[in-house]
């Protein structure tokens, strides 16, 4: 073999020493990947609304550093995302408005979808006005302008306090959003109980231009009277009062809404696969509860301080450890609580 050859063998051999340590260190390494990346990925739904994103942040952050696995998010309208969570594209839905899903009732009976737990049940929704209307704010030196009012039936005896200001004959109710189906109940139920005879229904154009309409009067300590919802930042910023009317009856509902509007429990609800896929988050999930009080607290803390929900999701986690910890096990809760600071 002449010097060449023996160059030629030597960077062969040189060659052949590589590859076989490559080839072990990549067996290694994908031996530690895997070890890494066991846990499956999480998909959680949203469907786009303030309250269910934020609930999505909470729930995203103890599961990714309490308990390692990785998340994704995927958005759409309720309609799509349901069905992903039926099929199995999505895993997790932090608020399931149950009694507004078509089947939603039939697809738990089939095991399709499982509820875990009742994220909350007292939301609300209804005519509400600034509680200095009915008992002041001393303050800011408003004084009670309505001091009896109390209930939906009440407020023809104080139409000239919700003075309409393109109809001074009458008073004003803000609507709820055109294009919403609670708008027409709306509007019947304030024929049924005769307020159309001194009050104009006034739609607002857009729930943007509503939350306004409440910001622009509590600021400056008005009068106000219209339809909101919680919960919302608006419930969680300012302080409103939902004035109370018939308890919820099916026949008075069905018969001009003369009654107020059922409470929907918000539930938190998750693919039949998720007890095999992740079975300790399941367990978590099982424990998580809210109110529409602390959901509406978080909101605007949101609005506030302009911040994104993760970082509401964040202040809220340190905010109310009392509460969160006792959704999952200690060292889960100090391995979260290390990730918050």
């Known amino acids: 073999m002449n010097v060449f050859q023996k160059n030629r063998m030597m960077k062969l051999l040189l060659i052949l020493l590589v590859a076989v340590c490559m ?45 390692g696995y990785n998340t994704e998010v995927t958005t759409g309208s309720t309609p799509i995302t349901y069905t992903g969570l039926k099929n199995g594209d999505i895993d997790i839905y932090m608020e399931t408005w149950g009694t507004n899903i078509t089947g939603y009732e039939e697809d738990l009976a089939r095991g399709d979808v499982v509820k875990l737990s009742l994220n909350y049940g007292d939301n609300a929704q209804g005519l509400y006005v600034p509680t200095y209307v009915i008992k002041g704010d001393p303050k ?29 004959s009458k008073g004003r109710i803000y609507g709820a959003i055109p294009g919403w189906e609670v708008d027409t109940i709306l509007a019947t139920k304030v024929k049924t109980y005769g307020l159309d005879k001194k009050f104009n229904y ?70 039949k696969g998720m007890a095999e896929k992740a079975p300790d988050v399941v367990e978590f999930l099982k424990q ?21 929900p993760s970082e509401a999701a964040q202040w809220f986690l340190k905010s109310h450890q009392d509460l969160w910890t006792k959704w999952v096990e200690k060292d889960v809760a100090q391995k979260v609580k290390d990730a918050l600071q």
Not at 53 to 63: D, L
Not at 141 to 166: C, H, N, Q, R, S
Not at 248 to 256: I, M, P, R, T
Not at 288 to 308: C, F, G, R, W
């Open 202 to 271: 006034f739609s607002p154009g857009s729930d943007a231009a509503l939350a306004s309409s409440i910001a622009g009067a509590y600021e400056k300590g008005d009068p106000w009277l219209g339809y909101y919802w919680e919960p919302t930042w608006i419930i969680g910023q300012y302080d409103m009062t939902l004035l109370s009317d018939e308890p919820y009856n099916e026949e008075l509902w069905n018969n001009g809404y003369a009654c107020e509007f059922a409470t929907v429990p918000v539930e938190v609800v998750v693919n």
């Open 288 to 308: 998580y509860k809210t109110s529409s009080k602390l959901t509406s607290d978080a909101l605007a803390y949101m609005q506030k301080n302009e911040v994104e």
């Open 140 to 168: 800011r030196g408003v004084e009670p302008m309505a001091p009896d009012l109390k209930t939906v039936k009440d407020l023809e005896k104080y139409w000239e306090i919700f003075k309409d200001e393109e109809d001074p």
């Open 23 to 67: 080839l072990g260190l990549t067996a290694c390494g994908g031996k530690e990947g895997q070890a890494a990346t066991s846990k499956p990925k999480l998909i959680l739904g949203n469907a786009g609304w303030d309250s269910f994103t934020f609930h999505n942040e909470v729930a995203k952050f103890i599961i990714e550093n309490g308990y």
